[in-house]
């Protein structure tokens, strides 16, 4: 065979093989015919390409009892096929580091997504984005000590900060006042102390990725995350895949679309957008005469228990903008499922409700059943963790050459 030939067959051989761990560090375990169908290769291709990643100790093959304990249904499969196919969850791992203002977070996970050391430390909101760096590594190394891993054993790292991200030059745009990670290419600074792949993504998006992952968004193709906390991002899963941010990284920002054409100015150049009356400070400060000036988000949740009128108006009012913008996004997308985070989630139904009944009033017919709940998991860094964590997961195709650095073997007929 001619060495160019040669050289394809290998390529074609290193991409399926990718492919097929991919799948099965997305999907779990997976029976070689469900591998096939997913990947869109032949059975005999799956057969000869997972032997080869078996004997690696990539992936384990799991029989009998070992899939009733995984948790596995095996009561369809044909009798006379091999068992499940897994990726080997001791074979590598991954970690996510989440910024926010006040908070750095750190998740390390095997590669079935499971959590192997998770932890966070505060910082001060004027910290430096050199600080939070500095933190963010420490906390990296210690969190890999504590496993027992070393920083090798990574097949990436994923980090979440605010403000959008431009998918072409890599630097994050400006968000909210002082933004420490601001004109900053964060994947480069980070690059230059680690030596694993690294994805930096808008951190409400990770929050997004941890519900789809493993809260309320699991199991679904098309959902939509909305973070309702000093600012409001969201995130979108369509036909099954994360959506980045379009072109340029700057799509989400559900934020800044209009609620009120005749608003006040925002700083974005729109006006009444949605964060001027929907996010925790817009309520905050609508509630200053009853709460006070200091009040935060307790104070905000006690008045609401209370069932104090004004709060409860407030929460009221926020919901229903938040449905009316929510409604157009439905018409365009149709969700089936939006769920619901950040702190203003904590009011419950005194939020999802008007959000709901906004949803049913304006939405189109084929558009307005979409089901409203909220989030499942921790608010805040230590969900944006762990979906940076499950992002390194889902993007496997650009990230398992970590595990597949053994020497090429000879292509065999099946690629």
């Known amino acids: 065979m001619a060495a160019k030939d040669t050289g394809s067959l290998r390529a074609l051989r290193r991409t399926n093989s990718e492919r097929m761990l991919s799948a099965l560090m997305e999907h779990g375990a997976l029976h070689r015919a469900e591998l096939a169908r997913i990947c869109g290769v032949s059975r005999t291709t799956v057969s000869t390409i997972t032997a080869d990643l078996i004997l690696g100790g990539v992936v384990i093959e799991v029989n009998g009892d070992q899939a009733a304990r995984a948790g596995i249904d095996a009561s369809e499969v044909d009798g006379r096929a091999r068992g499940f196919l897994r990726a080997n969850p001791a074979a590598g791992a991954a970690a996510g580091l989440d910024f926010t203002l006040e908070r750095v977070w750190c998740h390390v996970t095997d590669l079935s997504g499971a959590t192997l050391a998770s932890d966070g430390v505060r910082a001060a909101p004027d910290t430096p984005w050199q600080e939070r760096l500095t933190a963010g590594l420490t906390l990296l ?21 605010p403000g959008p991200l431009d998918l072409q030059t890599g630097v994050v745009g400006p968000s909210l006042p002082g933004q420490a990670w601001a004109g900053v290419n964060v994947a480069a600074e980070f690059g230059r102390h680690l030596t694993v792949p690294v994805l930096v993504e808008n951190n409400t998006r990770l929050e997004a990725v941890a519900e789809f992952t493993w809260g309320a968004g699991r199991d ?64 905050l400060a609508k509630l200053e005469p ?11 949740l006690t008045a609401a228990a209370d069932g104090q009128p004004e709060t409860l108006q407030a929460l009221r009012e926020a919901g229903e903008l938040t ?30 409700e008007p959000i709901r009944g906004t949803l049913r009033r304006t939405a189109m017919s084929l558009t307005r059943d979409a089901d409203v709940v909220a989030a499942e998991l921790d608010l805040g860094a230590r969900a944006g963790a762990s979906g940076a964590a499950a992002l390194v997961l889902r993007q496997t195709d650009q990230l398992v050459a970590a595990l597949l650095a053994a020497p090429d073997r000879q292509p065999n007929e099946a690629v």
Do not use: K, W
């Open 141 to 161: 190394d210690a969190l890999l000590t504590q496993a027992g891993l070393e920083q090798s054993s990574l097949v990436g790292v994923a980090i979440g900060v």
């Open 220 to 283: 679904l193709a098309d959902v939509l995350y909305v973070g309702l906390s000093t600012g409001i991002g969201s995130g979108m899963l369509v036909d099954g895949n994360l959506h980045h941010g379009g072109a340029r990284g700057g799509g989400g920002e559900i934020g800044h679309l209009s609620a009120d054409t005749s608003g006040p100015p925002c700083p974005c150049g729109n006006r009444g957008c949605l964060v001027q009356y929907a996010s925790l400070q817009a309520v």
């Open 290 to 300: 009853a709460l006070g000036a200091d009040a935060g988000l307790d104070e905000l």
């Open 323 to 352: 449905g009316r913008v929510l409604a157009n996004i439905c018409n365009l997308l149709n969700p089936a499922r939006i769920i619901v985070g950040g702190e203003l989630a904590r009011a419950g139904d005194l939020i999802l």
